[in-house]
């Protein structure tokens, strides 16, 4: 089961960034990784979903949302889950505002 205790409350201006996303609308495949995805398609894939939140007006809203809900599956912010995963341990080190 899914712990949902560290997501915003359900109001509009805590989810809002979503809408403005450079992804909203695409395939969720290009962001989240099937189970043993590897080598060449998941570089590939990376690649990809990170190439469009390099455009994207809301990456560091979309960035600071990971790391607050310490999500570490995807693509967020144009950071892999390897990135996520050291920011969150560093976030849980040194609670306080993300730079
Ligand atoms: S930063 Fe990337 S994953 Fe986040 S909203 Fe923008 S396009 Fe989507």
Known sequence: ???VSRL??????NWDWQRRGACRGMDAAVFFHVDNERGFARR???ASAKQVCASCPVRAECLQHAISTEETYGIWGGLGENALRRLIA???RSPGPIA
Do not use: T
Request: hydrophobic share 35%.
């Open 44 to 46: 590939h894939r990376e």
């Open 90 to 92: 560093a976030k849980r």
């Open 1 to 3: 089961m899914s712990d």
């Open 8 to 13: 915003p409350d359900a109001v509009a201006e």
